[in-house]
């Protein structure tokens, strides 16, 4: 039997590439062969689907010139492809998590400094995930940081730039649907939305670009925008994602696939990792499992090719979050064994 183990991360107990560690572990141990590939859509986990950073960079972090700089992993290969993963300079967890994060004050600037950092080591091409954000700023800063380092062409980006994303939230919605997510109360809301409406007419008015026009410009508060309005294409993350690591080569002449995530929910069928590992699987004719830290009303397709482990359910929520990694080892073993009939 051939496994291919494409897992997205399991946000706060563990990363995409210690669930295919597990995964290969269980198949191994059943006579299986693996193929192992993490996954990411945008968010934290990008540059593992790449093979993890290789340069490091110190940057603004989400709290600006007067909080911490942050040290920044990021990865640029032979090809000239750079990779850059926005949360490791202005994510939730950098800030401290939704207690400790001031979502009016949380800059996006180190991001900006991630970019102009690959222009100036010879980026030919640059993929950003936004996903993980702390911040609201509509990417203001970052573009403020890139135009101040002198590296546009003509006010636009001298390279392709990818946004990677898995909404298609409006520019304009941004404070409404990811500032609660940021600690933002209803005032701030409001003054956010404020903010929002005159940096996109900053923007049109500036580099003749409409964010307020573009699916998917609110991702990451607005930093989908704001790059944008630089020449920055806003791309689907997934597929960007399986395209540059030749997923559908991956899954071709497997058996099996297992993914996962720390929580599967109805979101998840939305353009995100497993559920578009789902979809793909399917149309190949490949039986699914996915094994989840919880699994939250979700709405997936009744099919006896595809099968979900709630990891909470079955070993306790404690276990489950406090050993992840074997709650999956053991969760995938049982699925392989004699028993069901799926035995190497």
């Not at 990008?46 to 993890?52: K, T, V």
């Not at 939730?92 to 900006?112: C, F, K, Q, Y």
């Not at 080569?249 to 995100?272: C, H, I, N, P, Q």
């Not at 992840?324 to 069901?340: F, H, I, N």
Request: charged share 20%; proline share 4%.
């Amino acid at each position: 039997m051939i496994v291919l183990a494409a897992p997205d991360k399991f946000r706060g107990t563990a990363t995409a590439e210690q669930v295919c560690a597990a995964i290969a572990a269980a198949v191994l141990a059943s006579g299986g062969q693996i193929r192992s590939r993490p996954m990411a859509d945008g968010g934290e986990g990008l540059l593992e689907a790449f093979g993890g950073a290789n340069r490091w960079s110190t940057v603004t972090g989400p709290d600006g010139p007067d909080g911490a700089a942050v040290l920044a992993g990021w990865r640029q290969d032979d090809a000239g492809l750079a990779v850059i993963e926005a949360a490791q300079a202005n994510g939730l967890i950098l800030a401290g998590g939704i207690e400790h994060n001031d979502p009016m004050a949380a800059t996006s600037r180190g991001v900006g400094e991630l970019l102009v950092t690959a222009l100036r080591a010879g980026a030919e091409r640059v993929l950003l995930g936004v996903g993980g954000s702390a911040t609201t700023d509509g990417g203001y800063p970052a573009v403020a940081a890139v135009r101040a380092a002198g590296v546009l062409r003509a006010g636009r980006l001298p390279v392709p730039v990818s946004v990677c994303c898995d909404v298609a939230t409006p520019f304009l919605d941004a404070a409404r649907v990811y500032g609660p997510q940021k600690g933002a109360g209803p005032e701030q809301i409001t003054a956010l939305t404020g903010r929002l409406a005159a940096l996109r007419d900053d923007y049109e008015r500036e580099y003749g670009v409409d964010v307020g026009a573009l699916a998917g410009a609110g991702a990451a508060g607005g930093l989908a925008g704001g790059l944008a309005a630089l020449g920055a294409r806003l791309v689907p993350g997934f597929a960007t994602v399986a395209s540059e690591v030749n997923f559908d080569g991956l899954l071709a002449g497997a058996d099996l696939v297992v993914t996962g995530e720390g929580a599967f929910d109805r979101t998840s069928l939305a353009g995100k990792v497993v559920g578009e590992v789902i979809l793909r699987a399917r149309s190949a004719g490949v039986p699914v499992l996915v094994v989840a830290g919880v699994v939250r009303d979700a709405d997936w397709p009744d099919s006896s090719e595809l099968t979900v482990v709630d990891l909470s359910e079955r070993f306790g929520r404690d276990r489950a979050w406090t050993d992840t990694t074997a709650c999956v080892r053991e969760a995938v073993a049982e699925y392989l064994s004699p028993v069901r009939g799926f035995s190497a």
